[in-house]
């Protein structure tokens, strides 16, 4: 017997805001929500249980103070890279400078709160 991966939990200041953000990289919907504000999980339309781990958007009164040790990386899905990068940065997400020399094949991205992730250059076919 193993172990599937099922969520991450990510977290944040403002689990609404991320959480939109998120629904809008990953075409996720909210799938589920703590009162009073506490935590938002996103996730695939069909919801929880799939191939696809859900998010889970937990507030925490720490700020985020270094590079994180864990990241998420993307591929575009209906688009090539360029336009991809250019709807991520029209989301809100800004480049992040994370030591790269130009040469990678990947975005070095952050997220409005400053998580870094990568938009990776290959596309991959939509998940059904």
């Known amino acids: 017997m193993s172990c599937r991966l099922s969520e991450l939990v990510v977290d944040c200041a403002d689990p609404e805001a991320l959480s939109r953000f998120w629904c809008e ?3 996720y919907v909210e799938l589920s929500r703590e009162e009073p504000d506490d935590g938002i999980e996103i996730g695939p339309a069909s919801g929880f249980g799939g191939a696809a781990p859900t998010l889970v958007f937990s507030r925490a009164a720490e700020k985020k103070t270094g590079k994180l040790r864990l990241h998420i990386d993307v591929n575009p899905v209906d688009r090539d890279h360029d336009a991809e990068l250019d709807r991520l940065l029209a ?15 990947w975005h070095p991205l952050q997220d409005p709160e400053g998580n870094e992730f990568c938009l990776l250059r290959r596309r991959l076919p939509e998940l059904e």
């Not at 989301?91 to 020399?101: D, K, M, S, V, Y």
């Open 25 to 27: 990289v990953l075409g």
């Open 91 to 105: 989301l809100g997400a800004r480049p992040a400078e994370i030591g790269q020399t130009g040469e990678e094949s």
